[in-house]
């Protein structure tokens, strides 16, 4: 690399260019959250970060990211091998309608979803609503109604304002990480080594968790990393379906919004150094992990 | 590369030839992404929709071009307010979609510029400290929206570290440029101008560039890096100048790549909520689509709400397709490409 | 007009960003920073302003808005957010502002009725027939009662939902605001109010938290916000909220689907305006905002309010939507609890008596 070094020019200018703009738009604004927070002193900022209202919804932050990472880790993973690996009506368009909520504005996410999960909602009264359709549908044939009403009140699912919706939406924004970070490398990935193991009598399950899996694992742990740490940030989608009580089901970033209203901008200041002192690590975690994985491949 | 899910290259070809699916774990697992994927995108999706047009296609309509009534109708003192209201709330939603259109005209640019320059330091050379350069590079991923906004309210607020040169200064706005006639000599001007930076379009256009910031920078990465320095050296040691080399070799080598990061860029830089809010000051003015969605759903106007949302959801479905076209080409360019890189 | 060919001759400069003085605007704009539920009376109010403003001086003015919770508003002012006037929801938000030096001290007097053109109140709306029979305070305390107010930290409107379920299960001592007579009754209690024990009443303290505590299912960070959720989304059986508010959602929702109901008794509320003075100096703003919220207390102005359901300060005006606004007898913040920043410090403040009922049990 030293060699090429010297040949390719740019270097100082794209370099310069580079951290001057990341400074200015980046850094430096980082470091001014730094520096409020930093009036504080030692003990003080201890006692924001800890108090039980703020500890609380950095644990519903942290509870609801990982569970919907964890959610995402599992059906992104199925949704991308389904997609990769077989064939069924309008693959193409359930492919294309992945990258959908990168592009939906959060807020607009969340209206949805509360409007969706709400108690008279298409999914939060979803066993109600569907003896209605399915009546109505009947009705139009002739037929009287198929299904008693009521007979489906069992079947709703009213998470608007409950840590279930706040989950929910959390799925929403990270699946595209995942689904479309394992996708690339299931379509390079090379069958005949497949074939070669089902040859030699290996069983599917065997040789998914055996020769595909560990091929995929780095790819699918940075997508559920990146959606995680892009769930612990979200705001827009969540304080539209939250209850957001204090201590209950306020996320972290409300409480920041929270302390902001009450003229409290060091310990709002506080809070999102924490924030973003653990989406750092998250990073630095992933790009370690990556480099690791690129290196073990090249020895391997 | 943590940039892997915007990696350009996620066209799905034919089915692979590989072994035979087992019957029963295909039919399950189609089954379960199949459901997933509805209960989480295409519902959604569908029901944005159905409340968009809640009130037929004249309501959606209305909600841009409220209803002129004939010029002889003799028209009541309410319904004279309420005519007038419809006019001044479809006024702001133009607004609102021109001020996202203008923000991004300025981001996505801005972000190309630096996601090449970036892409181009970060994959050709080496150089300590770059592994950090790369994660810093990606820091605007993970940081809250709620952080991005209020990062520059401690920057530019009046008590913020450059508070007091930032609202003392004035601007004009460059997209108020109107045709005023001759009749006092030049016959443009512009009709607005901005005084301080926080809570004005300009704080917009800030932490719109913080929330894209890493988009074109990583979905270059990957694909730079793989493509090596050979093809580079070789026009180098031909003559070619830095520039040249450049223009003619890097960037059309990584042309599917640029694209799909812009548009990322762009569908992130109009949907963009929480950051844009917190420096809003939830002035009228500095509406974009999004904001302006959220007043008029506390307005109780649902169905404008999911109507200008439905606006931003066929541009997504448009940026969608947009995608789609590129990775086909993309598809069918590679073989090429991979000809030409090899020799 | 020299402000016009400046404006021309930056058009000649095309200079995308110029620093101060370079360009000035082709009209006069003003920004009225307000709390939620008033987006539609200060646009109704702004054109109408604009039309008397034109016929007077024959200059343009365009009133801008911007609206939020009041607590935030007030910090976006403070941060740097150009308000010429502020119309907030509490003096409290305004005496911050002023505490910020951008708002000389003395704004009370600035306009008449200590700088606030209308009153309201706080009241119930509860769904059409009052199902679960909500007539007063003490029965937001039946079990299963789902009461929706916005969070007391952010919202103004909610502040004073507070201050109203407190002052009512304290048994504070009301007037009848109706008559001269009463008004002077309820100032000079209020003058000669010294201490309060108010703020040390167990019964009202575990009421309040109680109510918070198992009755609150949602608390959105706004007063419309909370109105959202009780009208659109359809949570809980009685909103707390701005009387004016509730006619709204009325009005908006259409009659057949709720109620307002009216307690025994409630709080007055006075929000404030006030001319941001370092802005207004600034801008050279300074005639058009007075001469806007002076116009606030004209008949034709007060007329609007009393039409959008805000108590007029003007007798003529109140008494012509008395039907709508009815007789209920109020306690004042002022004789009650001592002012705004006395009851700001001991129940809103970080670790005040609202943070206390929400302490996780560990």
């Known amino acids: 690399m030293s060699r090429t070094h010297r040949v390719i020019p740019g270097l100082p200018l794209t370099l310069g260019y580079t951290l001057f703009y990341l400074s200015a738009l980046v850094l430096l604004p980082l470091a001014a959250l730094a520096l409020k927070a930093g009036q504080m002193s030692a003990p003080e900022f201890f006692r924001v970060i800890t108090d039980p209202v703020v500890t609380a919804s950095l644990r519903l932050t942290f509870f609801a990211s990982t569970l919907a990472a964890l959610i995402n880790a599992v059906f992104g993973l199925i949704v991308a091998w389904s997609l990769v690996r077989y064939d069924f009506p309008l693959r193409r368009l359930f492919d294309a309608v992945i990258d959908f909520p990168f592009a939906l504005p959060t807020a607009v996410a969340g209206l949805t979803f509360a409007n969706l999960f709400l108690k008279d909602g298409w999914l939060g009264g979803f066993g109600p609503r569907l003896v209605e359709g399915v009546n109505a549908l009947a009705g139009l044939t002739g037929a009287g109604p198929l299904l008693p009403s009521g007979a489906l009140d069992w079947l709703t699912f009213p998470y608007t304002g409950q840590t279930g919706g706040i989950v929910i939406v959390l799925v929403f924004v990270g699946l595209p990480f995942v689904v479309r970070t394992v996708q690339p490398v299931l379509l390079e990935w090379d069958p005949e080594y497949e074939i070669a193991a089902r040859s030699l009598g290996a069983k599917p399950a065997t040789i998914f968790a055996r020769v595909i899996f560990p091929e995929i694992a780095p790819a699918w742990v940075s997508g559920v990393a990146l959606a995680f740490a892009r769930a612990v940030g979200e705001y827009g989608s969540v304080i539209f379906i939250a209850a957001n009580i204090p201590g209950r089901s306020q996320i972290a970033p409300l409480q920041i919004v929270t302390r902001l209203d009450d003229f409290q901008y060091a310990q709002a200041s506080a809070i999102g150094v924490v924030l973003l002192a653990i989406s750092l690590l998250i990073l630095l975690v992933i790009n370690g992990l990556e480099s690791f994985s690129r290196r073990h491949e090249r020895t391997a | ?343 | 007009m020299s402000s016009r060919l400046k404006t021309r001759l930056a058009g000649v400069a095309l200079g995308l960003i110029a620093l101060a003085g370079a360009a000035a605007a082709a009209e006069v704009r003003l920004l009225n920073v307000s709390y939620d539920p008033t987006r539609e009376l200060y646009a109704v109010i702004g054109q109408n302003f604009a039309a008397k403003w034109k016929a007077q001086t024959g200059d343009k003015v365009t009133v801008e808005l911007s609206n939020g919770g009041s607590g935030k508003q007030a910090r976006s002012v403070i941060d740097g957010l150009n308000a010429d006037v502020v119309t907030l929801a509490l003096g409290w938000d305004v005496t911050a502002i002023e505490k910020a030096g951008l708002i000389n001290s003395g704004w009370q007097n600035k306009f008449p009725n200590h700088a606030s053109p209308y009153t309201s109140t706080i009241a119930f709306l509860v769904r059409k027939g009052n199902p679960k029979g909500i007539k007063d305070w003490s029965d937001l305390l039946r079990p299963g009662v789902e009461v929706i107010t916005a969070n007391p930290k952010t919202s103004g409107g909610a502040r004073w939902s507070f201050l109203s379920l407190w002052g009512a299960f304290a048994k504070a001592r009301t007037h009848d605001f109706t008559t001269a007579a009463g008004q002077a009754e309820a100032k000079a209690a209020a003058d000669a109010a010294k201490d309060f024990p108010i703020y040390n009443d167990a019964e009202a303290r575990g009421k309040v938290s109680e109510i918070f505590n198992k009755h609150v299912p949602v608390l959105d960070a706004g007063a419309r916000g909370s109105t959202v959720t009780f009208a659109q989304k359809q949570i809980g059986d009685v909103l707390l909220n701005w009387e004016n508010e509730l006619w709204l959602a009325k009005d908006e929702f259409g009659a057949d689907k709720f109620d307002i109901v009216y307690p025994s008794t409630s709080i007055l509320t006075e929000p404030p305006v006030a001319v941001v003075d370092k802005v207004v100096d600034q801008r050279g703003t300074r005639k058009v905002a007075e001469a806007y919220l002076s116009y606030l207390y004209t008949p034709e102005a007060q007329d609007v309010i009393g039409q959008l359901h805000y108590r007029p300060r003007d007798v003529a005006a109140l008494n012509k939507y008395s039907a709508e606004l009815p007789k209920i007898p109020f306690f004042t913040i002022d004789e009650t609890y001592g002012g705004w920043a006395k009851a700001q410090a001991t129940f809103f403040a970080d670790g005040g008596i609202f943070d206390q009922f929400y302490k996780p049990a560990n």
């Open chain 2, 1 to 343: 590369m943590a940039g892997a899910p915007i990696a350009a290259k996620t066209a799905l070809g034919p089915i692979k030839p590989a072994p035979p699916p087992h019957p029963v774990a295909r039919t399950v697992l189609v089954t379960l992404a199949v459901s997933f994927l509805t209960i989480f995108i295409l519902v959604p999706l569908v029901n944005v929709f159905v409340q968009a047009f809640a009130k037929g296609l004249d309501g959606y309509l209305a909600v841009f071009w409220p209803p002129q009534p004939a010029p002889e109708q003799v028209l009541s003192v309410v319904q004279q307010r309420k005519l007038a209201e419809a006019a001044v709330q479809a006024g702001r939603t133009w607004h609102a979609i021109g001020l996202t259109l203008s923000v991004a005209a300025i981001v996505v640019p801005l972000n190309i510029c630096f996601g090449l320059a970036a892409a181009w330091a970060t994959t050709k050379f080496n150089f300590r400290g770059r592994a950090l350069l790369i994660s810093l590079i990606d820091l605007p991923f993970s940081v809250s929206p709620v952080v991005a906004g209020l990062v520059f309210v401690l920057l530019l607020g009046r008590n913020g570290i450059f508070g007091d040169w930032a609202t003392h200064l004035t601007w004009i706005d460059p997209f108020s440029l109107r045709w005023v006639g001759f009749e006092a000599g030049f016959p443009l001007a512009f009709e607005r101008d901005y005084s301080g930076v926080i809570f004005t379009p300009l704080a917009i256009v800030l932490a719109s560039v913080f929330v894209t910031f890493p988009f074109v920078a990583r979905s270059l990465t990957p694909l730079m890096e793989s493509q090596g320095t050979d093809e580079e050296l070789a026009a180098l040691s031909l003559g070619a100048s830095g520039w040249r080399t450049f223009f003619k070799i890097t960037v059309p080598n990584v042309k599917w790549a640029l694209l799909y990061g812009v548009i990322l860029c762009t569908a992130r830089a109009f949907g963009e909520f929480g950051a844009v809010s917190v420096v809003s000051g939830h002035v009228d003015v500095n509406d974009t689509m999004p904001l302006r969605i959220e007043k008029l759903w506390n307005e109780y106007n649902n169905q404008a709400a999911f109507t200008v949302a439905s606006v931003l959801a066929l541009l997504a479905v448009f940026t969608l397709v947009a995608k789609a076209a590129i990775e086909w080409k993309a598809a069918r360019d590679l073989p090429q490409n991979q000809g030409h890189s090899s020799q």
